[in-house]
């Protein structure tokens, strides 16, 4: 049980260039979420998926473009990417919103560097 | 909206004595609040949270947080700290009925010297 892993761990971009960060989840949870994590101002969320097959704006989304692949898989696209992009990003999982299981669990996060 | 506030970037103590991490929160609603912890170059990992009842939460590692509806506040603590309690500690909150969406704090820096 590998929990919510990330892919990658680190990545250099230049500016302009496009990628996507992975997220898979082994939990069987209903809803996936990317956060981003700057200095002093904790995470912030740029997308969520409640459940499969549905994806929503959260507090940053400008610059971002998800995906919910099937129930395990939630990507993060940044399809021009610009230095102000810079941060570590953490994908999280959780079970539907009124479970016992609805605590978020987080990833190890992807640290991206945009020159 | 919802919104957390963490009024201290850095708390030191010393081992062996108590640790309170503070955090004050405001929602329309009834809150559901969380900590979490987070070691260097790693995820968050969840120490506890409060739904409603009891006011005193207990959670992993020792730790411990106390609901304060009044002072609407959700402070974490631990009667004795360790060396690895050292960390960054995240406040959370979301409002009931308001999906699973978190608003998360700025983060308060914790560390425990010999």
């Known amino acids: 049980n590998a929990g919510v892993t990330q892919t990658p761990k680190f990545q250099v971009l230049k500016t302009g260039q496009s990628m996507t960060l992975q997220c898979a989840q082994d939990?069987?949870?209903?809803?996936m979420y990317w956060y981003r994590q700057d200095p002093g101002m904790g995470l912030r969320l740029i997308y969520y998926?409640?459940?499969?097959?549905?994806?929503d704006k959260g507090e940053v989304p400008n610059g971002y473009n998800v995906s919910r692949l099937n129930k395990r898989e939630f990507s993060l696209r940044l399809e021009s990417a610009a230095p102000s992009q810079t941060s570590v990003y953490f994908c999280?999982?959780?079970?539907?919103?009124?479970?016992?299981?609805?605590?978020?669990?987080f990833g190890p996060g992807t640290r991206l560097t945009v020159l | 909206a919802q919104s957390v506030a963490q009024p201290e970037d850095q708390v030191n103590v010393a081992e062996g004595n108590p640790l309170t991490v503070k955090c004050t929160y405001s929602?329309?609603?009834?809150?559901?609040l969380f900590w979490y912890v987070q070691y260097p170059n790693r995820g968050l990992q969840f120490l506890l949270k409060?739904?409603?009842?009891d006011n005193l939460v207990k959670g992993s590692y020792g730790f411990e947080a106390e609901f304060n509806k009044s002072q609407t506040s959700f402070h974490l603590k631990k009667p004795s700290a360790l060396v690895s309690d050292s960390a960054l500690y995240f406040c959370a909150v979301r409002e009931w009925g308001g999906g699973n969406k978190l608003t998360f704090g700025t983060g308060t820096q914790l560390k425990v010297e010999l």
């Open positions: 929602v329309s609603g009834n809150p559901y």
């Open positions: 999280a999982s959780s079970g539907r919103t009124g479970d016992p299981t609805d605590t978020q669990y």
């Open positions: 939990m069987n949870h209903n809803s």
């Open positions: 409060y739904i409603t009842g």
């Open positions: 998926s409640a459940s499969e097959g549905t994806t």
